[in-house]
């Protein structure tokens, strides 16, 4: 599994709000409030990073410590997944906490959704599904460290992302606790 430092490799203008000495995110109050463990490099990057934009496109939600409940309550890409759920629309992906549900952990401001698809016992194991604004439903078998250093160090490309994504010398933006 790679490692957080592979991801700012890949996008160095992460690091300047790396936090010394981690962020105390209490991932028991987090896990039990959503009802599953989660992974262990989404829970490295929440621990050592806040809520980053990524060229003002991409936002990774991460947990504030403090917050963790909320973390795990109703946000809008779940209303939005359950939404197309019942109408349908979502290529036979269900909405977590169904047996192999979805769980969405960034979302772009252009419509896209980011989510693992929780279809094994270990977290570690899930992929990220990309839903694209146009519809599209993409499947990519790493997780969330993973997925954002191939994409930010071009070798994952996503389907039906906008063409500049992702941009030249991404910018970004860390959202304090």
Same mark, same amino acid.
């Given at each position: 599994?790679?490692?957080?430092?592979?991801?700012?490799?890949?996008?160095?203008?992460?690091?300047?709000?790396?936090?010394?000495?981690?962020?105390?995110?209490?991932?028991?109050?987090?896990?039990?409030?959503?009802?599953?463990?989660?992974?262990?490099?989404?829970?490295?990057?929440?621990?050592?990073?806040?809520?980053?934009?990524? /060229?003002?496109?991409?936002? =990774?939600?991460? +947990? !504030? %410590? $403090?917050?963790?409940?909320? *973390?795990? &309550?109703?946000?809008?890409? #779940?209303?939005?997944?359950?939404?197309?759920?019942?109408?349908? /629309?979502?290529?036979?992906? =269900?909405?977590? +906490? !169904? %047996? $192999?549900?979805?769980?969405? *952990?960034? &979302?772009?401001?252009?419509? #896209?959704?980011?989510?693992?698809?929780?279809?094994?016992?270990?977290?570690?194991?899930?992929? =990220?599904?990309?839903?694209?604004?146009?519809?599209?439903?993409?499947?990519?078998?790493?997780?969330?460290?993973?997925?954002?250093?191939?994409?930010?160090?071009?070798?994952?490309?996503?389907?039906?992302?906008?063409?500049?994504?992702?941009?030249?010398?991404?910018?970004?933006?860390?959202?304090?606790?």
């Amino acid at each position: 599994m790679p490692r957080i430092e592979e991801l700012e490799a890949a996008l160095r203008a992460m690091t300047r709000w790396r936090v010394p000495g981690g962020r105390g995110v209490d991932w028991a109050a987090l896990e039990a409030a959503l009802g599953t463990a989660l992974p262990s490099d989404f829970r490295a990057l929440a621990e050592a990073y806040p809520m980053l934009v990524v /060229d003002d496109f991409l936002a =990774v939600s991460l +947990p !504030r %410590p $403090g917050h963790e409940a909320l *973390w795990g &309550s109703a946000r809008r890409e #779940d209303e939005i997944l359950q939404d197309l759920y019942e109408m349908g /629309d979502t290529e036979g992906h =269900v909405p977590f +906490p !169904r %047996p $192999g549900g979805l769980i969405c *952990w960034a &979302s772009s401001y252009s419509g #896209d959704d980011f989510y693992w698809r929780t279809d094994s016992a270990d977290p570690d194991a899930w992929p =990220v599904v990309v839903r694209g604004d146009n519809g599209d439903w993409s499947e990519f078998p790493v997780g969330v460290v993973e997925f954002l250093a191939g994409v930010y160090g071009r070798t994952i490309d996503v389907p039906g992302m906008p063409r500049d994504f992702p941009g030249g010398n991404p910018e970004v933006l860390g959202l304090s606790d």
